[in-house]
C-alpha cells in the first residue's frame, strides 16, 4: 500500500505538519468518512467548518455535475447565471445590497478592507485603519495577517503592512481608545473560532455597533465561519440584534467547493468599475453549487436543525463536564463548540477519537473543537458523545 504521508514528507511544502494527522480519507457521505484503509470515521471537523450538508451530498453532486457539464468558467468579462442567482438570493436573505464573489474566505476578506480604504478615502478624509481584536482569525495574505490579532502569525513575516489595530476582544473602551481619525473600519469575527470558540458577551457587538455610528466607520464581520447557518441561523449578525455594514462568507457557501464573497450595504458598496476583480471568483461552477446549497438550506430550515441538533450536542457535553473535572469548559453557539481541558490534552484526545472512530479538531493545546456537517441528527451527535465520554474516561491527568 502506498505509504502517502511518506510521499507528502518528500514533496509537500512542510506547513501542514502541526495540524495532519495520520489518516488518508478518501471518501464520505453525509456525516461520515473513510480512509484509505476502509476505517470509518464520523467527521466532527467537516474540513473545518465547510461540508455543510455533509459529504458526497446530492445537492453539490448534481449541482456539480450539471453545471460543470453545461460551462465551467467564463471570466467576468461576461454574465453569467449561477453567479447573479446566488447574488441575487443571498442579498434577499440578508440585510446587505450587494455582492462581490472570491474564492476563499481570505479573499473576500480582502475585498473588505479593500472597500474600508476605499470608504476612508471617499467619506472619511482618507482615513484607512481596521480595528482588529486580539485572538482573531482573518487569513493568510499579508494584510490579513496583519488584522489576524495573534503575533504568532505576524512573527515569521515581519514587517507586517501597516493599518491595522489589534485591541482586546469583548471590551469595547479599548475599541473606543483606538479609535482615531485615521480609523475607516472596524472588523470582528462574531464568535473567535480559531481562537478557541471565544463567545463575546451579548452586548458588546451592540456597543460596537454603536460605536461606529457615531463615528460614522464601517462594521466589518467577519462571518467565514460563523455565517451559512453554523451558529443556527443563516447568518450569524442575525443571533446578535445587529446589522452590519459589510460582512464576508465563505466555508459553507458551496458545500465545499471553493468561494466566497464580500457582501455590504448600499452606503458601503463603495468600488467603482476597475477598484476590485479576480479571474476564478463568481464562476459558474461555484456559484451554481452555492445557489444549490443556499436553495436547499433555506428551503429544509437547515438552520432549525443546527439550532435543535446543536442544543443537544451541548447538553450532551454539559453532561460529561459535570463528569469529568478536567473539562473546565463547553462554549459555543449551534454547531461550532469547544471543549476545553484544565491541561494541554487536547492532541491526546485528538488521537484517542481518531483510534475511536471520531474526527475532532485541536482548536488549542488544551481544547477540541466540534463543527460537524449541519445535516447531523440526534443518533450522530449520541454516537460523538459516547466517544468522547469513552475517550475521556481514559483520560490520565
Ligand atoms: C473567521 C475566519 N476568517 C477567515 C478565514 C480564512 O478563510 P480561508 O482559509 O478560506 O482563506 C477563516 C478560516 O478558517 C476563518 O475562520
Known sequence: MTDWPEIEKKYYMRTFEKVRVPIVLERGKGARVWDDKDKEYLDFVAGWAVDCLGHASPVV????TKQAKKIIHTSNQFYTIPQLQLAELLVKNSCLDRVFFANSGLEANEGAVKLARRYGKLKLNGAYEVITAIGSFHGRSLALTAATGQESFHTPYLPMPEGFINVKYNDIEAMKAATTAKTAAVMLELIEAESGVIVPDAEYLKKV???CDQKGILLILDEIQTGICRLGALFGYQLYGIEPDV???????????????????????VFVPGDHGGTFGGNPLAC???????????????AGNVRKVGQYLMEGLERLKKKYSFITDVRGKGLLIAVEFNSEIGQNVLMACLENGLLVNKVKPNAIRLMPPLIIGNKDVDEAVGILDKVFSAVVI
Open 61 to 64: 453532486t448534481n449541482a456539480l
Open 209 to 211: 455597533r454603536q460605536w
Open 247 to 269: 460582512i464576508t462568507i465563505a466555508k459553507g457557501l458551496a458545500g465545499g467547493v471553493p468561494i466566497g464573497a464580500v457582501m455590504a450595504k448600499e452606503h458601503a458598496s
Open 288 to 302: 451554481a453549487v452555492g445557489y444549490a446549497v443556499m436553495t436547499h438550506i433555506l428551503e429544509k430550515d437547515i
